[in-house]
């Protein structure tokens, strides 16, 4: 099974600041099979990225998704103040698996 | 609009079972695979089970094999996930989401369980 480790667990940004979010694989993994969620605290997960690089609907452009191999990136680039939540990556194997999150906080 | 809803969550005392439904509307059901992801208190997501459109294919993380068992209706539009032997470390909120892509594209507000004598 595939365990993907994400990186930093926290994130301390001010609004209108780049940021760069890490997720790696313990083993390379197909382009096809890795996507981003964020969730705030009391709602349920959403669907910002697929296939690595692929916005879901309704996703602003301020969101993109890069990488190959084990090392893949969530990059929002500039921060609005809806922006502050936790994100996850998730892997799409022969089981599913999820980072353990990393959290945008306002500075 | 696609819509999930979950039931069936609540107190049970270790050992015993539960059962929780997902219904889903907006959608063609039985064209997506369907899943189900727990959440713990204050803690990270993690998978539970996944099951085909047409049930022919079905998965379970290691910690719930043998005891959770996945299935639909499609004739009803439903998931549900049957949980038995449960622990205290079963307890959270458990999302039914709906797959495209090899990822999950909408979920729903979940249904807590919780485990406790």
């Known amino acids: 099974e595939i365990v993907l480790t994400q990186s930093p667990g926290t994130l301390s940004l001010s609004p209108g600041e780049r940021a760069t979010l890490s997720c790696r694989a313990s083993?390379?993994?197909?382009?096809?099979?890795l996507a981003w969620y964020q969730q705030k605290p009391g709602q349920a997960p959403r669907l910002l990225i697929y296939g690595v690089s692929s916005r879901a609907t309704g996703i602003p452009d301020r969101f993109s998704g890069s990488g190959s191999g084990t090392d893949f990136t969530l990059t929002i680039s500039r921060l609005e103040p809806e922006d502050f939540a936790v994100y996850y990556c998730q892997h799409y194997g022969s089981s599913v698996t999820f980072g353990g999150g990393t959290k945008v906080e306002s500075k | 609009e696609v819509q999930l809803v979950e039931s069936g969550g609540g107190l049970a005392q270790p050992g015993r079972s539960l059962r929780l439904s997902c219904a889903a509307s907006?959608?063609?059901?039985?064209?997506?695979?369907m899943h189900w992801v727990r959440q713990p208190p204050g803690k990270g997501l993690e998978w539970v089970a996944a099951?085909?459109?047409?049930?022919?294919?079905?998965g379970y993380a290691d910690s719930v094999r043998g005891r959770f068992t996945i299935s639909r209706d499609n004739a009803r539009n439903s998931l549900y996930l049957q949980m038995n032997s449960l622990r205290a470390e079963d307890t959270a909120l458990y999302y039914c989401?709906?797959?495209?892509?090899?990822?999950?594209?909408?979920w729903g507000q979940g249904t807590l369980v919780t485990v406790s004598s």
């Open positions: 989401a709906k797959e495209v892509d090899w990822s999950l594209d909408h």
């Open positions: 099951i085909s459109g047409n049930s022919g294919s079905i």
């Open positions: 907006g959608f063609t059901f039985i064209d997506y695979a």
């Open positions: 083993q390379s993994v197909s382009r096809s099979y």
